[in-house]
């Protein structure tokens, strides 16, 4: 065992560094473009701005080549695709900036399901979707979705950890497949987060949000996108427990949790981080 993957073994390295990406988070406020879908534009952009980041949402095909090379990550989401939304997605994907793919519902239809492997052939350092987005990604096909359910899962975590260690080693990214654990993989190292709550889920676009943060930490950490895409996951989470202490339902929740994001303190972070190294 090398002694990275040593480090990774204790639970309070994993605590330290989440503390760490989110200091860098604030201290570089880093410029993230949204190619956001219409539902999650406003719980992304200010999930961004809680953390410390400075989201854009920038969808013109005609600002791509002035404005993407500008940005410090890029953030594709395909949640409400169209015809016209699909170019200015693949050129900012393909304008030499780190970026992050959410594939939501990529098994919706048949073009739904292209475009999301045109990007994926783009080279996201990071795909973060539900298990059953990510299932049907791995075998390529919209057939693999049974008991479809839109942009909810109808399938755990688990049931697309190999899916997504395939997945990762067939297209170069870390792929994040989310749920009551959180799995991380490069194909190779798997990574288990387990901070959340259950009410999350009832709050729409929160899946959208948190891959929006992960783009952030992506661009302070562009080197290691699996620790990144960790960390994020798992802020995002904990931010979650602490705004479920004050909430009655899912709109206080919404509130509270963005709340928790902008407060997060050291103490708070390294103590309350749960990411485990999976055998």
Known sequence: MDD??????????????????LSAVRAQAPLVQCITNLVSMDIAANALLAAG????????????????????????????????????M????????P???????????????????????????????????ILALADRSVAA????????????SVDALEAAKALAL????????????????NG?????????????????ATGCAVTALIAAFVAVEPSDALVGAACALSI??????????????PASLRMHLIDALYCLNEETVTSRVRIALQP
């Open 4 to 21: 990275g993957a040593k480090e990774q073994r204790d639970p309070a390295w994993w605590g330290r560094r989440a503390w760490s990406l």
């Open 53 to 88: 980041a400075s989201p854009a949402m920038v969808h013109s095909l005609r600002e791509v080549p002035e404005f993407t090379p500008r940005c410090d990550a890029v953030y594709v989401n395909v949640g409400t695709l169209s015809e016209d939304w699909l170019p200015s």
């Open 90 to 97: 693949c050129a900012a994907a393909s304008a030499g900036r």
């Open 99 to 133: 970026w992050v793919l959410d594939p939501v519902a990529a098994a919706a239809s048949g073009f739904r399901m292209e475009a999301c492997l045109e990007l994926l052939a783009l080279r996201p350092a990071v795909v973060r979707g539900n298990a059953s987005e």
């Open 145 to 156: 979705a049974s008991n479809f359910k839109g942009a909810d899962s109808s399938h755990e």
């Open 170 to 185: 067939s297209s170069g990214a870390v792929i994040a497949v989310s749920g009551a654990v959180d799995f991380i993989t």
């Open 188 to 204: 190779e190292q798997v990574v288990g987060a387990s901070n959340g709550v259950p009410m999350m889920q009832k709050i729409t």
């Open 236 to 249: 995002f989470g904990l931010a979650g427990e602490i705004g479920m202490e004050s909430s009655k339902g």
